[in-house]
T-cell receptor, first 113, second 114 residues
Framework: GEDVEQSLFLSVREGDSSVINCTYTDSSSTYLYWYKQEPGAGLQLLTYIFSNMDMKQDQRLTVLLNKKDKHLSLRIADTQTGDSAIYFCAESMGSSNTGKLIFGQGTTLQVKP | SAVISQKPSRDICQRGTSLTIQCQVDSQVTMMFWYRQQPGQSLTLIATANQGSEATYESGFVIDKFPISRPNLTFSTLTVSNMSPEDSSIYLC???????????FGSGTRLTVV
């Protein structure tokens, strides 16, 4: 069945790197996404990766995709207190990026000063 | 990317009543989705709102409980009917824009049923 799993909690010190991990089950997923949700706010798209890519870098964010193991990770370099939020990975079902999204449980990132 | 206006942002409702949530998009989009986020949980897709036809509901969600309208390509409503405290959640609409924009979400409606 459709399933996306994440670790629930991560705590880091300001300035350190954060790595949030995610596993998914649908091998036909074409796009995989990372969203950020701050308290009381909606979801903000951080980045996405196409399934034929291994890595994507966008400023402080690096996404790694291991398609064989169906493993996705998000690395945040030089983590700041403003990065404290819940991070959701999501896979787009099927072969397009306009189908429904299946979300992981979300990883709460706590950044300590 | 598209800008979504979702209303109301929050509400406190009595059990047994209904609430209609509106989602307005500043551009025409084909695919619109409604999600529920229960307290401390992830997002679960309720249904896909199709313009000009009935919504497509996910397993566990039914039209009588969550009727959806999609009168045009920029607007949709979700009604939460005959509410109970278990319906207390954040409800979010989303649009799929494809390419680099992926999926954009409204700011959500925080519903508390008492």
């Amino acid at each position: 069945g459709e399933d996306v799993e994440q670790s629930l909690f991560l705590s880091v010190r300001e300035g350190d790197s954060s790595v949030i991990n995610c596993t998914y089950t649908d091998s036909s997923s074409t796009y995989l996404y990372w969203y950020k949700q701050e308290p009381g706010a909606g979801l903000q798209l951080l980045t996405y990766i196409f399934s034929n890519m291994d890595m994507k870098q966008d400023q402080r964010l690096t996404v790694l995709l291991n398609k064989k193991d169906k493993h996705l990770s998000l690395r945040i370099a030089d983590t700041q207190t403003g990065d404290s939020a819940i991070y959701f990975c999501a896979e787009s079902m099927g072969s397009s990026n306009t189908g429904k999204l299946i979300f992981g449980q979300g990883t709460t990132l706590q950044v300590k000063p | 990317s598209a800008v979504i206006s979702q209303k109301p942002s929050r509400d406190i409702c009595q059990r047994g009543t209904s609430l209609t949530i509106q989602c307005q998009v500043d551009s025409q989009v084909t695919m619109m989705f409604w999600y529920r986020q229960q307290p401390g949980q992830s997002l679960t897709l309720i249904a896909t709102a199709n313009q000009g036809s009935e919504a497509t509901y996910e397993s566990g969600f039914v039209i009588d409980k969550f009727p959806i309208s999609r009168p045009n390509l920029t607007f949709s409503t979700l009604t939460v009917s005959n509410m109970s405290p278990e319906d207390s959640s954040i409800y979010l609409c989303s649009v799929a824009e494809g390419r680099d924009y992926g999926y954009t979400f409204g700011s959500g409606t925080r519903l508390t049923v008492v």
